[in-house]
Every structure is written in C-alpha cells, then in structure tokens.
C-alpha cells in the first residue's frame, strides 16, 4: 500500500512538471512580451528594408496639418536632444563601493557644446557621457548648477563637427492651452516625442526641503523617468521649458508634469558660461517659521511670521539693522532662540515659511533691495535691506 502511494505521488509530481513547462513553453511563444533592448534610429535615416533616399513630400503631403507640425519639429529638434550617461559610486552597507549609473536627457544650446539638464540628473557623477541624435558620443564636463533650481550645465567638446543648437523661447509669452512637445529618453527610449499643451502656468513646486520649479509651467505631454532635463517644446520649434518633475501615485506619468521656464534657466546659464557660477542673492538671516500655539506662547504679535533666530555677522540684513535672538528657551526637546525681528513681509508679499523667503529671493539678484516688514518689541516698521551675493556652497 506504501510503495503504491509513493507511486501515485510521483506520478502526480512528473504531471504537474509537465503542466508547469508547458505553460512557460506556452507563454514564452505567445504571451505578452518587453523588450530586451531598444535601440535609436539616427535622425534622417530610413528603415532597414527601404532605399536610404526616401521621398518624404510624399510622405509629408499624406500628413494633417496637425501631424505635420508634430514631424517638423521632430526632424529640426531631435540632433539636438541628448541621451546623458553617468557614473557614480556609492557604498552599501559594510562600506564595500557599488558602481551606479544613471540617465536622463539635456539639449544643446550653442555650436560650442554647452548642454542644459537638471542638476539631479547629474548630480555626483563621477563621469558623464553624452549621445547624440545621432548616436554620436562624447565625454562630457560638468561646468556648473543652480541647485535651488535644479539646472545644470555640461559641455561637450565637438572637436570640429557642426552642432545643431536649439533656439530659446521667451517662456513668459507663454498661454494655457499652447501645443507642446517634449523630446527626450524614458526609461532609455531614445529620441522619444509626446505631446500636449501647456496645462497651467506660474505653479510653484517644491521638489525637496531646499529645491523647487518656480513658476513652472504645467503640461500633459507624457514626461516619464529619463525625461528629465529634456526639452519642451514650441510647434515652432523653440524650447520654452526643461522637463523636470511629474506628479504620480503610481511612477509613470499622469498627465501632470512640470517643467523649468526657460528664462530662469536662460539666466542660470548666462551666469555659468560668462562667469562659471550662478548669481544668487542673500539675505543673512537664519529664521524659525512660527504660527498658532507657537507664536501665541511666544507672545508674539502676529499670529504668523518667521522670527530672525540669528543675523549673519557683516551680512545685509545685520547691516541693515535686522536683529537676531538675544536668549534662549526651551520649547520641548527644541532649543529656540528668540526676542529677535519677527518677519512677515517681503516687500508687501506674506512670508509663513522659508520656502516663502527662498521663491521670493530666487526672483531677486545680488544688489536688488526688498522691504522686510517687522515687528519689533511690538511695534510693527519697515526696513530696507540691499541684498548681497550668496556665498559659494
């Protein structure tokens, strides 16, 4: 009875193998395939089955008026988008070093071979390659960021050959409704195109405690991982925006992104390539938002505010008078420093935060003067203060 249950059991395995590779041959043939690689077809090259001189008026006289624009814009921007490749190190957790690579995209903006991404893109890499439109390669150095703004600038150098750079729009003439299109990489599928319009403008988005897209421009062309630093564009051809942020619950686009308007990045690069850093002004005060419960066991004269904890010696605000903290409490485990300037204005906006502080100084330059609305002692006054330029991180 024994050796015919063994028996049975073993009939019973040998039957479910059989199910089990059949259903993985069965699978393998005809279910749902990814693909294992992808590659880039050079732009102004045809298929592999077709005469390399294609008649594309014939092509294009078959297109709407609409996919018309969507090909022209295509052909005239894509030799100018960059697949960019980074290498990093990092160490995992006995201190053992883990090669890391990333990517993400960028575009050229002079014949010289100057690039604009985001900063994350290539932030800590160690190398930094960069591949054409035309599947052609090049080391890249990295020149300079704005960090707070999350652009970058890399240069290429083209040794001889002609680059095409892509024009720059004036993102401020921009209108809700306006067709875009964004070219780059996700998820490494070179020389991508989607499109869509221009969803919203003047959000402000934070991306992290000390980074943000101000006055970023909303759109619902399909912006996914990789898409980064690419470019977002006019159906004139002209890049109005850096991709650089989505909104998602789920990883992949929701039809929310956000890009950087390409007059701040205009700036930034300006800044970078004429004097190899980026102008930003400063204040010289370190603050403590305070509201509610806080401000009223403070006994604080504004229900809101950020109260000056210290005023950075020889800085624009000390110079200007602002007063720091002149003693020390205890509010649970913090230790606050307070009786200094309670902050609430800049310059007639309301300031709750130093998020609000940093978008309305990302909006100034070194030099500028801004009206710092106070309380002090109890008696509400206005100080001017002339910015400073920020000290090198």
């Known amino acids: 009875m024994t050796t015919q249950k063994t028996s049975n059991l073993v009939r019973l395995a040998i039957a479910l193998t059989v199910l089990v590779l059949a259903a993985y ?3 393998a043939r005809w279910g749902e395939r990814q693909p294992v690689r992808v590659g880039a077809v050079p732009s102004g090259t045809s298929g592999a089955n077709e005469s390399p001189r294609v008649d594309l008026a014939a092509r294009d006289a078959a297109l709407t008026d609409e996919e018309a624009i969507n090909v022209r814009v295509y052909r005239q921007v894509s030799p100018a988008v960059a697949n960019i490749l980074t290498k990093a190190t990092e160490y995992d957790f006995f201190m053992d070093p883990v090669p890391v690579e990333g990517a993400g995209s960028g575009f050229l903006i002079d014949e010289k071979g100057y690039i604009l991404t985001n900063f994350h893109v290539v932030q800590q890499a160690q190398s930094i390659e960069v591949i054409l439109g035309d599947q052609s390669r090049y080391p890249a150095k990295f020149i300079g960021a704005d960090q707070r703004n999350d652009v970058a600038l890399v240069k290429i150098d083209p040794k001889g050959k002609h680059l095409v750079a892509l024009p720059l729009a004036d993102s401020s003439s921009l209108q809700v409704g306006q067709k875009v299109l964004a070219i780059g990489n996700p998820f490494g599928f070179q020389s991508t195109l989607t499109t869509g319009v221009v969803s919203a403008l003047g959000r402000t988005v934070q991306t992290s405690q000390t980074t943000f897209i101000d006055e970023a421009i909303q759109t619902d062309a399909a912006i996914n991982r990789g898409n980064s630093g690419g470019p977002l ?11 650089s942020a989505i909104f998602t619950p789920t990883g992949t686009t929701a039809g929310i992104g956000f890009a950087i308007p390409i007059n701040s990045a205009k700036r930034i690069a300006h800044d970078l390539m004429t004097e190899g850093r980026v102008h930003q002004a400063f204040l010289g005060v370190q603050t403590l938002p305070v509201a509610g419960t806080l401000a009223e066991a403070l006994d604080l004269p504004a229900q809101e505010g950020l109260l000056v904890e210290t005023a950075t010696k020889g800085g624009p605000a000390a110079v200007a008078g602002i ?5 020390v409490v205890r509010a649970g485990m913090q230790r606050l420093a307070v009786g200094g300037d309670l902050i609430v204005a800049v310059d007639g906006q309301k300031v709750a ?11 100034k330059r070194p030099g500028d003067t801004v009206t710092l609305t106070i309380y002090r002692g109890g008696k509400k006054t206005d100080v001017p203060v002339k910015l400073g330029e920020r000290p090198n991180q």
């Open 323 to 327: 007063r720091g903290g002149d003693r």
């Open 353 to 363: 935060s130093p998020f609000d502080l940093n978008i309305i100084l990302n909006r």
């Open 233 to 243: 564009i006019n159906s004139r051809g002209e890049v109005i925006g850096i991709n």
């Open 25 to 27: 041959w069965a699978g």
